[in-house]
């Protein structure tokens, strides 16, 4: 799926706009309480990639419909936690507060 590619690309810059701290916080996040990263992260999201009229990743969200910037950050931060919290990097043990 192309707009899954696309956020792939997006990711470690969405990684690096966090804090070591921040990043370890949002992995052990339960799935529920993404909600509450709608006015950080989210709001990141969407300056930097929601609201650029240019972008690829904004025409495919169009493409499949989506066409709410809250809907689109909102799907980038479940993609972007379910990234980062399939395997812990440590042990290589799958996250129990993710999917």
Same mark, same amino acid.
């Given at each position: /799926?192309? $707009?899954? =590619?696309?956020?792939?690309?997006? /990711?470690?810059?969405?990684?690096?706009? $966090?804090?070591?701290?921040?990043?370890?916080?949002?992995?052990?996040? =339960? *799935?529920? !309480? $993404?909600?509450?990263?709608?006015?950080? &992260?989210?709001?990141?999201?969407?300056?930097?990639?929601?609201?650029?009229? !240019?972008?690829?990743? &904004?025409?495919?969200? $169009?493409?499949?419909? *989506?066409?709410? @910037? !809250?809907? /689109?950050?909102?799907?980038?931060? =479940? *993609?972007?936690?379910?990234?980062?919290?399939?395997?812990? @990097?440590?042990?290589? *043990? =799958?996250?129990?507060?993710?999917?």
């Amino acid at each position: /799926m192309k $707009l899954y =590619r696309e956020i792939e690309k997006i /990711m470690p810059i969405i990684e690096d706009s $966090l804090t070591a701290e921040s990043f370890e916080e949002f992995k052990y996040t =339960r *799935v529920s !309480d $993404l909600c509450f990263y709608h006015f950080g &992260l989210g709001t990141f999201i969407r300056n930097n990639f929601s609201y650029n009229k !240019d972008s690829i990743l &904004l025409d495919l969200f $169009l493409e499949h419909g *989506v066409t709410d @910037e !809250d809907e /689109m950050s909102a799907f980038i931060i =479940r *993609v972007f936690h379910y990234h980062s919290t399939k395997y812990d @990097e440590i042990s290589k *043990v =799958r996250n129990p507060y993710s999917y």
